[in-house]
């Protein structure tokens, strides 16, 4: 019976040790992206500090074994599982460098995990267990718990409990493991009472924490943006959140700002008009990201247009964007409309796998943060795209910013033209987020900008659209190379950019 209870025991242990370590990755390259990065640094830590663990484990008794290993499934349990609340609040509210708690917290909670195995190794010693059965045993059950949990985390649990309640979570099986081992070895023990009365303190103490995440979540985000925080919720794909201050309603995405309702209409009609203005003909658009149907309505302007194929992702956000009524006002119901279809799906797959052609495209995806997102900026995907337009059409891209991140601009535009586009590199003036630019390109090799604006606008017009296309002196074409998946070097480029700015 206790050879089992531990065997179940290491399983839970190591499920939850991978656990911390996946939260921890997950939360930091959430909240500084560049996920590569954070999970490299995260995990290299984390090792670390588990390889510092299993050494420090040696100093311990042999008469004390059993309670030190309840010791640190409680301890282990309560900072691991209150780590995402920790680390969360940190961010939104203390003003120590948040990178030194994540390390600072990723290396307590690795130290502890550390010692785990090496003392409940030495426990079934005690059982008179023989070596070789030992390892084994130990061994593949703690790889059993790191599979599970690799493949629970990102299917089930983040998405449908969020990274605050999952830590919770975990912390909380720690505890119980600290719990069902005082009772099994109560004789053992050297004060059981006070042990199993603290593993019910952390126990309850981690049950109202995962009780009250979602009020904690909101408290941490409040810091975080500032501002009335009406809707708030956590996807497979991402952290949503819509804020309110007086009339500005502002999205953001992973903490992130995406859009503010007092000047949006800048962006969306910089995005959409120059290049659709010049297409009078122009029936078939597909816009790629811009699931909040902002983009679609500047596209629904325009009477010539038909059908307009939105594909994004994330069904949440559009999902947000089409029931929300304060939302649902700023994007005039655009994703409702009759001629728009919303598909939900990943862009790149879907350009491979569908044949439509159209005679305009947006493409409007978040700027390059990480990996995942570079790859929608790279060469072969803009080859895929250019199987999608028409030979007269055009398509426009959003850039980043040619001032705050002029490598990450002009990779972009270099990036077209290595896939076969001739560019029109472009920008616009938004307060919230500053010079913003964009690339128009084609397949064909002229454009004009258009004369004039045909369509209601509160930017634009003629004199305006055209001075889009002026560069200052201080924002000149820079000779860049172009974004290949093998080196991705536009995330790298977008991360050094906004680094010095950030400074």
């Known amino acids: 019976m206790r050879e089992r209870a531990l065997i179940l025991s290491v399983l839970i242990v190591a499920s939850c040790g991978l656990g911390y370590e996946l939260i921890g990755s997950a939360l930091s390259s959430y909240l500084l992206g560049d996920s590569v990065l954070q999970f490299s640094t995260v995990i290299g ?24 290993f309840v010791d640190v499934e409680l301890l282990v349990g309560l900072l691991g599982g209150m780590s995402a609340a920790i680390l969360f609040v940190a961010f939104a509210w203390l003003a120590v460098p948040f990178r030194s708690s994540l390390y600072v917290t990723i290396f307590a909670i690795g130290m502890m995990v550390g010692m785990e195995i090496p003392l409940v190794m030495r426990i079934f010693n005690r059982q008179r267990t023989e070596f070789r059965e030992l390892v084994s045993r130990v061994l593949a059950f703690d790889y059993l718990g790191a599979l ?14 969020g990274l605050l309640r999952t830590s919770f979570l975990f912390g909380m099986l720690n505890a119980c493991v600290a719990l069902w081992v005082t009772h099994l070895f109560r004789a053992d023990l050297r004060r059981p009472r006070e042990q199993a009365l603290r593993a019910a303190l952390v126990l309850g103490l981690l049950g109202t924490g995962f009780v009250f995440s979602n009020q904690l979540t909101s408290w941490a985000e409040k810091g975080l943006y500032g501002d009335e925080i009406i809707h708030a919720e956590t996807t497979p794909y991402q952290r949503l959140a819509v804020t309110r201050w007086h009339d500005d309603l502002r999205l953001h995405i992973n903490g992130n700002l995406q859009f503010s309702s007092r000047d949006e209409h800048r962006y969306h009609e ?10 009078p003909w122009a029936r078939n658009v597909l816009v790629l990201g811009g699931g909040d149907g902002l983009a679609v309505r500047e596209i629904l302007k325009h009477p010539n247009v038909a059908h307009v194929t939105l594909v994004d992702l994330d069904p949440a956000m559009t999902r947000l964007f089409s029931t929300s009524q304060p939302l649902l006002a700023l994007n005039k119901g655009s994703l409702t409309d009759p001629r728009v279809r919303v598909i939900n799906a990943d862009a ?3 350009l491979e796998e569908n044949t439509d052609m159209f005679d305009f495209i947006v493409v409007d995806f978040p700027d390059p943060t990480n990996f995942g997102l570079g790859r929608l900026y790279s060469v072969p995907v803009y080859r895929l795209m250019a199987r999608h ?21 002009w990779s972009i535009a270099a990036t077209l033209r290595e896939a076969g586009f001739h560019t029109w590199p472009y920008h616009c003036y938004v307060p919230s987020f500053g010079d913003w630019g964009f690339v128009l390109a084609g397949k064909r090799s002229d454009y004009t900008v258009p004369r004039a604006v045909r369509v209601p606008t509160r930017y634009l017009d003629p004199a305006t659209m055209a001075e889009l296309f002026h560069f200052p002196a201080d924002m000149q074409p820079l000779s860049m190379p172009a974004n290949r998946l093998n ?11 906004w680094r010095k700015v950030i400074r």
């Open 45 to 68: 830590c984390y090792l670390f500090a588990m390889g510092v663990g299993s050494w420090l484990s040696r100093f311990v008794r042999d008469e004390d074994v059993l309670d030190r």
């Open 148 to 161: 599970a949990v690799s493949l629970v985390f990102p299917l089930l649990l983040a998405p449908r409990l």
């Open 270 to 279: 910089a995005l959409v008009h120059p290049g659709l203005a010049a297409l």
């Open 348 to 350: 790149g797959r879907w």
């Open 389 to 409: 337009l028409a030979e007269q059409g055009y398509m426009v891209v959003q850039s980043t910013s040619p001032y705050f991140a002029p490598r990450s601009f």
């Open 487 to 497: 080196e991705q070097s536009l995330v790298r480029y977008f991360d050094e950019d």
